[in-house]
């Protein structure tokens, strides 16, 4: 008897691990979204990379921030690691706050999102918003965003629309974060006056030289803040490997800076900026990787690292 018991405890055991794996396999494409940031390309590379090692694989789609809250929320999207808060909490509170999109971690804190100006133009004396109108004039009345839709477009649109900072007859000049630091460098090498969206992390903070972020926009940008990992409704119940392996992810400043700079300066994809970083910063690995098992339910880490 105790033996058939033994025989049916191990049976049971079997077709729950089969049971498990199966449903990993069903998580094996992890869709995650790319709102065409150079930050989050680095930060999905990271989690490409880790993913690849594991066996599963990383499909990035390139989408404006509402579509991709979209898309997590109707389940087209597994992933969005790019929620910053506050600069997001319109987002927040029609997506996370209503439990149509989850909210699974924080992935980096210390950040910072709002206008900015190249030295010249702060040493001349804009140094706060209520500054930007005394120099209309030679900002043309322009301040220059990123992708229509980014939530931090919507705040200027929203300090344009309510006249803050006398700022009601200025334009708003929306554009892909490429082509927005493109013309910022522009007006820079002419010695122009621009006034722009800038942010920490990212290799702006050096190319642009003495650039400095105003203040006095707390009201619709907050002051630092902190990027959250989103993932659609239910997918920790679902595929609770990757969610585990998600949760562990957290980066930091001198790290995501790093790999943009490599990509920058070196010209390399992303995927490679992570592979020599991760290279020579191993150790972060244990982090990363604890608890969590290869889609064949081996350990990762040891997977992982033999991808390097």
């Known amino acids: 008897m105790k033996t058939v018991s033994r025989t049916l405890v191990i049976g049971v055991m079997a077709l729950s691990s089969l049971a498990a794996q199966a449903a990993e396999q069903s998580c094996s494409t992890v869709k995650m979204a790319d709102p065409g940031w150079s930050d989050i390309a680095a930060t ?3 989690a490409g990379f880790l993913l690849d090692g594991m066996g599963y694989k990383a499909k990035v789609d390139t989408l404006a921030v509402p579509i991709a809250y979209g898309g997590l929320k109707d389940g087209q999207m597994d992933v969005f690691l790019g929620n910053w808060m506050p600069a997001q909490q319109g987002f927040y509170d ?8 989850t909210q699974l971690s924080k ?3 210390g950040t910072e999102f709002t206008l900015a100006v190249p030295d010249y133009v702060y040493e001349a004396g804009v ?10 004039d030679k900002f043309k009345k322009k301040v220059y965003g990123i992708g229509s839709g980014a939530p931090a477009n919507l705040s200027i649109q929203e300090i344009i629309k309510k006249n803050e900072f006398d700022l009601g007859d200025w334009k708003l000049i929306e554009s892909s974060e490429q082509a927005m630091l493109a013309e910022v460098q ?3 090498k002419r010695k122009e006056f621009v006034v722009f969206l800038g942010w920490t992390p990212h290799p702006m903070n050096v190319q642009i030289k003495g650039m400095h972020y105003l203040t006095g926009g707390e009201k619709y940008f907050g002051a630092t803040g902190s990027v959250f990992t989103l993932t659609r409704k239910g997918y920790a119940e679902a595929c609770p490997n990757v969610a585990k392996l998600l949760t562990n992810l957290t980066f930091t400043q001198d790290m995501e800076n790093g790999i943009m700079a490599d990509v ?3 010209k390399v ?3 490679a900026a992570v592979k020599t970083w991760i290279k020579a910063n191993p150790a972060v690995l244990e982090k990363w990787l604890d608890g969590v098992k290869t889609i064949d339910d081996k350990e990762a880490l040891a ?4 991808k390097l």
């Open 127 to 136: 140094k706060d918003f209520s500054d930007l109108n005394k120099f209309a």
């Open 303 to 306: 997977a992982v690292k033999a």
């Open 44 to 46: 999905n590379a990271i």
């Open 186 to 188: 522009r007006n820079v």
């Open 94 to 101: 029609k997506f996370i706050a209503t439990g149509d999109v």
């Open 264 to 266: 920058a300066n070196n």
């Open 269 to 271: 994809t992303n995927a």
């Open 107 to 109: 992935n980096l804190e």
